[in-house]
Nanobody
C-alpha cells in the first residue's frame, strides 16, 4: 500500500517560514511528478508548486520568489520551503505524487499564518 505522509505544518507569524515534508512509502517502482497543493476555507484546492521531474519546477504566481520546492529521490520525499509567509497562505497543504502510474494524495497539513 503506497502512502504519502506530510509533516511540518503549524502556526507562524506573517513574515515567518515553515518547511513542509512529504515522504512516500510502500512498494514504489517509480515516482513521476511530485507537488504541493493547498485548500483554503471556502476555496477549491489549487496548485502551489510541482516538480514534473527531478530538475524542473513550476510555481503558482502567488508564491513565486517566496516558496521553493525540492525533492530527494533517494528518500522518495518532496519538500516545500515557505518563506515570507502571508496570512493569505493560510490553508491545508496537500502533497501529491504520481507513483507507479497512479496519483496519490497525502492527508494534508494545516498551515496558519497570523497577521
Amino acid at each position: 500500500q503506497v502512502q504519502l505522509v506530510e509533516s511540518g505544518g503549524g502556526l507562524v507569524q506573517a513574515g515567518g517560514s515553515l518547511r513542509l515534508s512529504c515522504a512516500a512509502s510502500g512498494i514504489i517502482a517509480n515516482i513521476n511528478t511530485m507537488g504541493w497543493y493547498r485548500q483554503a476555507p471556502g476555496k477549491q484546492r489549487a496548485l502551489v508548486a510541482v516538480m514534473p521531474s527531478a530538475v524542473s519546477t513550476n510555481y503558482a504566481d502567488s508564491v513565486k520568489g517566496r516558496f521553493t520546492i525540492s525533492r530527494d529521490n533517494a528518500k522518495n520525499t518532496v519538500y516545500l520551503q515557505m518563506n515570507s509567509l502571508k496570512p493569505e497562505d493560510t490553508a491545508v497543504y496537500y502533497c501529491n505524487a504520481g507513483i507507479n502510474g497512479k496519483p496519490y494524495w497525502g492527508q494534508g497539513t494545516q498551515v496558519t499564518v497570523s497577521s
